[in-house]
């Protein structure tokens, strides 16, 4: 056998199919949801998996609104921004972006998660969260996808 024949086979661009996913958020808990959703998001799921390459699938997140914290945690947890200024540093309670913004909890749990680099934020544009049962992603028919059975 000639072991120089073999070769790696890495994906690119034009090699990698991509599929749209829908997760259902009701009742999951945050960082469960985030981490399976960011290993989808990179592609890691995926035998084909190449580090430096977007071939993660899209996924759709629905009912953002519903998703579980344990603990004291909507209280507790502190999200802090930074204004610029002196001084200008805000902060805000998982319960106060619940009722502001609920799709932005989940967002910034998936973010956290995915490369801090040009990479990760080509990822994170495969990701659409919505905080309530409707989407906008219909014509692309994405297939509904239990958290269970992601590793």
């Given amino acids: 056998m000639d ?67 344990t603990g004291n945690k909507w209280q507790d947890k502190v999200y802090l921004r930074y204004t610029g200024y002196p001084g200008g540093q805000r902060s805000t309670s998982a319960l106060e972006l619940l009722e502001k913004k609920p799709e932005a909890i989940v967002e910034k749990a998936i973010k956290g998660m995915l490369p801090k680099n040009r990479l990760g934020a080509e990822l994170f544009r495969n990701l659409k969260v919505y905080a309530g049962p409707n989407h906008g992603q219909e014509a692309q028919k994405p297939t509904a996808v239990n958290l269970k059975d992601l590793k």
Wanted: proline share 3%.
């Fill in 3 to 69: 072991t120089l024949s073999y070769k790696t086979v890495s994906a690119n661009k034009s090699t990698v199919t991509k599929e749209w996913l829908l997760v259902d958020a009701e009742g999951e808990t945050l960082g469960r949801l985030a981490s399976k959703v960011a290993n989808v998001l990179r592609g890691k799921h995926k035998p084909s998996f190449t580090p430096h390459v977007d071939c993660g699938d899209n996924v759709v997140i629905i009912n953002a609104e519903k998703v579980a914290l």
